[in-house]
Every structure is written in C-alpha cells, then in structure tokens.
C-alpha cells in the first residue's frame, strides 16, 4: 500500500471513530380510547388526545432511550393534551400539575408506561391520563363536565426526532491523537530511511 493510501485508510478509521452525540428533541402523539361515560360538555364519543416533546439533553446522559419510570416535567420541551368534546369546545390543557409527568421508556424510546396530570389556571379543570387506570377530563365552570374511560388506556406513538448530531469532544480528541500518532511515525521513518548511508557509485568493489 502506498504511504497516500494507507494515510487515506487511516483518516477514516479516525473520522469513523469520532462518536456523536444527538442533541434530540423526541415528539410524542397520544391517541385515547373514548370515554364510557360523559357529562355536560362531554359524550361517549369524545376521548383525549395529546402532544408532548422530550428534551433528551437535559436527561441523564443526554439519551432518551430506556429511561426509567419517574417524574420528567422538568425535561419537556413542550406540551397540549384536550379533551374533546361536544359542541365544539375541546378542553385544552398545556401546564403539567405538580403532581408531575411520569413515563418510562424502552430501547427504542417508546413510552411504556405514564401517568400523567395536566391542570388549567382553574383547580378543577383536569386532564389525567395513565396506562393502568385510563383517561379522565374534569372541565370546571359554567361550561362544564366530566368524563372517563373505564379504565381503557390509549396509546402514544414516537412520531418524529428532531435535532442536530453534535460531535462528542473526547471522542474526537482520541481521534485526532491517533491521527497525529500515526503521521508522527511515518514521518520517523521517512527520517530514519533519509539518514541511512548508500554505496557511492564509484567505490570499488573488496
């Protein structure tokens, strides 16, 4: 291999080596079952709907994935759950109430458990929804009502992933050492092979 090609292979095996890190924003889309029961604004044929956006930096380890089942408010970059109903005046939420945020996630980011409380200015406007007990929406004053969904729970959907790769500094300072190393010693060689004493042309044979 010639010293261009083999410089060549080892700029790859460098720049392939410099990891990234993803500075994401996960957005999640929730689907609820609908209510089995509905009063004042809300029919049975009304349900929750939702959005929410995870900031994965400001996560331990700046990943999304397999996060373990806790309170994450403090980690979302935006949020709107409503509760349909009828006529046309959905119940729309997007403050998370102190009683918090909870979710884990698997492998892959996908949720697979939640509890979450959203509240209104007004303390008994409400939406709660949660994979083991279901959804429910309390809408307080004069347009009022509340509805459940007898414990049937929706389902969330990681819809997109948004954000830019950023490259991780130690990862790339490994990278440029070795790039550096590695021209070093080719440079010692080119030297040494300089340096070596030849025959001259004209010297006679012992």
Not at 123 to 137: K, L, P, R, Y
Not at 177 to 182: H, I, R, V
Request: charged share 10%; proline share 3%; with cysteine.
């Amino acid at each position: 291999m010639t010293m261009s090609k083999t410089i060549g292979a080892v700029v790859i095996m460098a720049l392939a080596s410099v990891a990234t890190v993803q500075a994401a924003v996960f957005n999640y889309a929730y689907v609820g079952a609908n209510f089995v029961s509905g009063n004042g604004v809300f029919t049975d044929a009304d349900s929750v709907i939702g959005t929410f956006s995870l900031d994965c930096a400001t996560l331990p380890g700046g990943s999304c994935l397999n996060l373990a089942s806790d309170r994450y408010e403090g980690n979302l970059a935006a949020v709107e759950f409503t509760a349909q109903s009828t006529p046309s005046t959905p119940l729309v939420i997007q403050t998370v109430h102190p009683d918090g945020f909870s979710f884990s996630t698997d492998s892959s980011g996908n949720l697979v458990d939640w509890a979450m409380f959203l509240q209104t200015s007004s303390t008994g406007t409400v939406i709660f929804v949660n994979s083991a007990t279901g959804d429910f929406a309390n809408r307080g004053g004069g347009v009022g009502g509340t509805a459940d969904t007898g414990g049937a729970s929706g389902v969330f959907s990681l819809v997109s992933v948004t954000g830019i790769p950023e490259i991780d500094g130690n990862a790339a300072a490994a990278a440029v050492a070795l790039l550096l190393g590695f021209l070093g010693l080719r440079l010692d060689r080119a030297g040494a092979f300089a340096r070596r004493p030849t025959a001259s042309k004209n010297a006679l044979p012992a």
